[in-house]
């Protein structure tokens, strides 16, 4: 199995650039988390999809992040227009969603975004 | 007040030594409590996973709740220079759901 697959991974832009980061889970998994992780403010929950639906977004600092998943492989993080305070790792994760399970949240290796 | 509370360190002990991780959290309504571990440059893994109060033990790691004061632990024996990263302590309501993390606790094994 690969594992939770992200791209790219390391992205360098401008301010004001779209960026997409995109997401392959791992297969059969239900769930699907993006995190984005700083040193001022640790492991960040954006959003959570279960079974491709969006279930929370509160964590979505604003209308410049948005984040689908049009099928159960595949998701994307979209920030536009990007910023400075933008610059972050960005974490996707996914999970069996088994409702007797442990349901280990099982992380990708990030995408390391900086914008200039 | 933010919901899972963590020391950042760093912390940093001689190999063998035994090391404690303390996370304190908010909500009584949290079930699950898991502790997680991030090397450098990689993604968090799961390393314990518990439900409600109690111990669990794998290999040289334990892991305990107490939900009366809202306390987790992990417990690291004969630590190793392995060992060395940044612990995420876990928690959520479901096991099936979100779960909030701390902000991790750097840890480093002195050879």
């Known amino acids: 199995d690969a594992g939770v697959i992200q791209s790219p991974r390391h992205e360098v832009t401008e301010m004001g650039q779209e960026v997409t980061l995109r997401c392959k889970p791992i297969?059969?998994?239900?769930?699907l988390f993006w995190y984005r992780q700083t040193m001022m403010r640790g492991l960040e929950l954006l959003i959570y999809?279960?079974?491709?639906?969006?279930?929370?977004d509160s964590g979505m600092p604003e209308d410049r992040f948005s984040a689908k998943m049009p099928n159960a492989s595949f998701s994307t993080l979209k920030i536009q227009p990007s910023e400075p305070r933008d610059s972050a790792v960005y974490f996707c994760a996914s999970s069996p969603r088994e409702v007797l399970g442990r349901n280990e949240q099982f992380f990708g290796p990030g995408t390391r975004l900086t914008v200039l | 007040q933010k919901e899972v509370e963590q020391d950042p360190g760093p912390l940093s002990v001689p190999e063998g030594a035994i090391v404690s991780l303390n996370c304190t959290y908010s909500n009584s309504a949290f079930q699950y409590f898991m502790w997680y571990r991030q090397y450098s440059r990689k993604g968090p893994e799961l390393l314990m996973y518990?439900?409600?109060?109690g111990n669990k033990e794998d290999g040289r790691f334990t892991a305990q709740v107490d939900k009366s004061s809202k306390y987790i632990s992990l417990f690291i024996r004969d630590s190793q220079p392995s060992d060395s990263a940044t612990y995420l302590c876990?928690?959520?309501?479901?096991?099936?759901?979100?779960?909030?993390f701390g902000p991790g606790t750097s840890l480093s094994v002195i050879p």
């Open positions: 297969s059969g998994h239900n769930s």
């Open positions: 999809f279960n079974n491709n639906v969006p279930i929370d």
């Open positions: 518990t439900y409600s109060s």
């Open positions: 876990a928690t959520g309501k479901t096991s099936y759901d979100k779960v909030i």
